[in-house]
């Protein structure tokens, strides 16, 4: 009787002390968040209610499991396998205490500090630290587990002994993983781009939505996830639009005939802006940039608060300038023009004469006729060009009698 009731009164006992002490924790932890709303320390430290239950009842099994004498046989790998999960159930509680820390130093700082900047660059620095002691906690206790095995304790002395060549041969083959992860440090610490930063990476507009040790992820405008190692960033050249003061400058062109009223358009765009929500009021110009045989070149200058906001602007602006341009000054929109070249003054013909040398505009000829009016000029045969029943009346005129024919 004694071999059944006492593994039921260890085991039993384990389970239920660790379910008393996860309910009691997790109410005190619940009305100190309700006390202390102003930190989410509390709440963010009951999400590892299950790691914490988890650490309790291993740590109490392992310790009771000899008195209980429950399969004697497998006392050992019964017993091994309970340390193995104390210590990664140990791990991942130490990682959500310190995720809570952290997380709760940035939310007191992003609160108090109003730069968008400087609270995207403390939250980049955040992640990157968290993901190291994540990264350190898992190896401690992925090594913590390997010496609980007798063979690894002596494989672990060889490795050490042999320490200099493993470590030649593990930089040499884990060089690019190792360059990844000193430029991800570089970028958390050397302020280079940010979680939320607005970048141009090979032509792609987009923004930073996650850093890691060894890449880095950009959503471009449409949705599209890029991804990118690290090092990338610290050895070519790229556009960070969020560095210093997230005001931006943009630049509209459009390419218009020669008669086009410039200064109405700067009115126009006047207009334009003062019905944009997302113009900030800080600047705005039409200047005439570039001329070519055929079109002038016009630049609109706007400005936004930030990346997104100068977009739209640009857009706003484009569309509705060309549609009052087609609506109001057609004559503005590029054409081919076909007219005759103007000649310079010197080669100009006198007034009254055409360039051919003949008369023009209703000017008299030597003949006494006009060339003002094309239908008083005879055609070849005789006609006028008024219609062709006058040539026809003078091509039928009855002939004169002749003298004898009566």
């Not at 007191?108 to 990157?128: C, F």
């Not at 990844?180 to 090979?202: E, H, P, S, Y």
Request: glycine share 8%; net charge positive; aromatic share 6%.
């Amino acid at each position: 009787m004694e071999n059944v009731l006492r593994p039921l009164i260890v085991i039993g006992g384990s389970v239920l002390l660790t379910l008393a002490l996860g309910w009691a924790t997790d109410r005190l932890l619940r009305k100190a968040d309700e006390r202390h709303g102003e930190t989410p320390l509390w709440g963010l430290l009951r999400r590892g209610r299950v790691a914490y239950q988890l650490v309790l009842c291993a740590a109490l099994l392992r310790g009771s499991y000899d008195a209980a004498k429950l399969l004697e046989e497998h006392r050992v790998g019964i017993g091994r396998t309970l340390t193995l999960v104390l210590i990664g159930s140990t791990a991942w509680l130490v990682i959500r205490i310190a995720a809570a820390i952290v997380e709760t130093s940035y939310s007191r700082y992003a609160r108090a500090q109003s730069d968008p900047a400087r609270v995207r660059r403390v939250r980049t620095q955040v992640e990157l630290i968290m993901r190291v002691v994540a990264a350190v906690v898992g190896v401690v206790a992925a090594a913590s587990m390997l010496l609980t095995f007798p063979a690894m304790r002596a494989a672990g002395a060889s490795l050490l002994a042999s320490a200099g060549i493993l470590g030649i041969v593990a930089g040499v083959a884990a060089q690019s993983t190792l360059s990844n992860l000193f430029a991800g440090l570089q970028i958390a610490f050397g302020d280079m781009v940010r979680i939320g930063d607005t970048v141009v990476v090979d032509g792609e507009w987009g923004t930073v939505e996650e850093i890691t040790l060894t890449f880095l992820t950009v959503r471009t405008w449409d949705e599209r996830r890029i991804t990118m190692p690290v090092s990338y960033f610290t050895s070519k050249p790229f556009e960070n639009w969020s560095r210093g003061t997230p005001q931006m400058t943009g630049i509209v062109y459009w390419h218009l005939d020669h008669t086009a009223p410039v200064e109405a358009m700067r009115e126009r765009l006047r207009d334009i802006l003062r019905e944009c929500p997302a113009w900030d009021g800080r600047d705005y110009g039409v200047a005439v940039t570039d001329a070519t045989p055929n079109t002038l070149q016009v630049r609109a200058l706007v400005t936004a608060k930030d990346a997104s906001d100068i977009w739209t602007v640009r857009v706003t602006v484009r569309e509705q300038m060309i549609r009052w341009l087609c609506a109001e000054h057609p004559y503005a929109l590029p054409r081919v023009n076909t007219a005759d070249a103007m000649l310079p003054p010197s080669r100009r013909p006198p007034d009254g004469e055409s360039a051919a040398g003949e008369p023009h505009d209703g000017a008299p000829r030597t003949d006494g006729s006009r060339t003002g009016d094309p239908r008083d000029r005879p055609s070849r045969d005789g006609a006028s060009h008024d219609g062709v029943s006058r040539g026809r009346a003078l091509r039928h005129t009855p002939e004169p009698p002749r003298p004898g024919h009566g």
